[in-house]
């Protein structure tokens, strides 16, 4: 037998397998394995939060036909909600949903995303300084410096949150001292300033606390979370506008060496994903804030102030003063500068630009003479 003929014999035998199986309806299918995260939040399961966290993972696995699943649990299912960085740096979470101020003890500088007044910027300017303004190296850089093996991803911009829940209104600067108050990051500092004491607790404790006389008052977060954890069933005051939490976002962390061994197609998935989940977020939050917020106040008797200027300008200077103390670590100082540089121009932009809403709402919802 030639050269020739033999191999004119494969392609025909080949042919025929190939023909073969196709008529017999069995084409060849390659299984796409899931690669399955096991994430933790550092919110109660009824929390709002953690159903954002969920939101996040949803986009995920759809937008991956299921090849990637992430499973999110609730905080206390495998760590403390403060512990989460450890965490998922060491591997023990594949990754997880929280926000930077509660890893305020590995380095104070963690909490400048959020928490504070960001020197006017809201949360979404302060997400375009994350990514356009060199904010995300300057957070590379930071967890190098804590020996965090983890991929951050800032996302979602929360509304200004309430100064707190008290047991009466505050109506000046004197009222906050002495009282037994729960805040967390830069505001520990902030807070125990301005006269207070200060215990940072995650949010499952905050209520228990409140109940059982361990703490006066306490600020959370916003509308929906705040009546889901139960503020209402142990204050009826609540201070809203202050600048101890003006422009926070939440994180999703990952595992680095996790997040490294995934394919090209799923990282670009996941950086699309928290885009998107960012965008919803803030959507959702704008209906179920207001919801619960008019909520509260029919059918639960809260009353909500606005927490007076005096009060807010205190909180800035006090601010400058606890930053211009911790500016004596350098990195601290350039997120600092970075920041300042960045609000200097876009805060400027935003308020030359964008018309009043309140003249707007006075017009059409405000009482008529």
């Known amino acids: 037998m030639t050269q020739q003929t033999g191999m004119r014999r494969r392609f025909i035998a080949t042919a025929g397998a190939a023909s073969g199986a196709a008529a017999l309806g069995f084409p060849a299918i390659v299984k796409a394995q899931t690669t399955s995260l096991r994430f933790q939040s550092t ?16 986009k995920v696995n759809d937008m991956t036909g299921g090849e990637l699943k992430i499973e999110v649990l609730p ?3 495998v760590v403390p909600a403060f512990g989460l960085l450890d965490a998922v740096s060491k591997g023990t979470l594949d990754g997880g949903h929280g926000v930077l101020a509660y890893h305020y003890g590995k380095n104070n500088a963690l909490a400048l995303w959020g928490s504070g007044p960001a020197f006017g910027m809201d949360s979404n300017m302060l997400l375009s300084w994350h990514k356009y303004g060199g904010g995300k190296e300057l957070l590379d850089k930071l967890y190098a410096a ?8 800032v996302y979602g911009p929360m509304p ?31 807070f125990t300033k301005m006269g207070a004491s200060v215990n940072a607790l995650p949010g499952g404790e905050i209520i228990p606390a409140m109940d059982r ?15 889901l954890l139960g503020f209402p069933d142990v204050a009826k005051v609540c201070m809203l506008q202050s600048f101890h939490q003006n422009a926070e976002q939440f994180e999703i962390m990952f595992n680095k060496g996790k997040l490294d061994s995934l394919p090209p197609k799923m990282k670009a998935i996941i950086d699309n994903a928290v885009e998107a989940a960012s965008a919803d977020m803030s959507w959702k939050a704008a209906d179920r804030y207001s919801k619960d917020y008019a909520e509260m106040q029919t059918k639960q008797g809260v009353k909500f102030y ?52 309140r003249m707007a709402y006075t017009h059409y919802f405000g009482k008529k003479g």
Do not use: C
């Open 43 to 58: 919110w109660p399961a009824k929390d709002i939060f953690h159903e954002y966290a969920n939101d996040f993972a949803k």
């Open 75 to 77: 905080a206390g299912s």
């Open 146 to 153: 804590v020996g965090a093996s983890v991929y951050s991803y």
């Open 160 to 190: 200004t949150q309430p100064l707190g829940w008290f047991k009466k209104p505050i109506a000046k600067v004197e009222d906050i001292k002495g009282l037994k108050y729960r805040t967390v990051g830069i505001s520990i500092d902030v």
């Open 213 to 227: 006389g361990l703490l006066d008052a306490a600020e959370f977060n916003n509308a929906s979370s705040d009546r």
């Open 306 to 357: 606005k927490t007076p200027d005096a009060i807010l300008q205190q909180q800035l200077k006090t601010y400058d003063e606890v930053v211009k103390a911790k500016s004596s670590d350098p990195l601290f100082a350039e997120i600092v500068a970075s920041q300042r540089a960045f609000a200097e121009r876009v805060v400027r932009w935003d308020m030359d630009t964008n018309v009043n809403r």
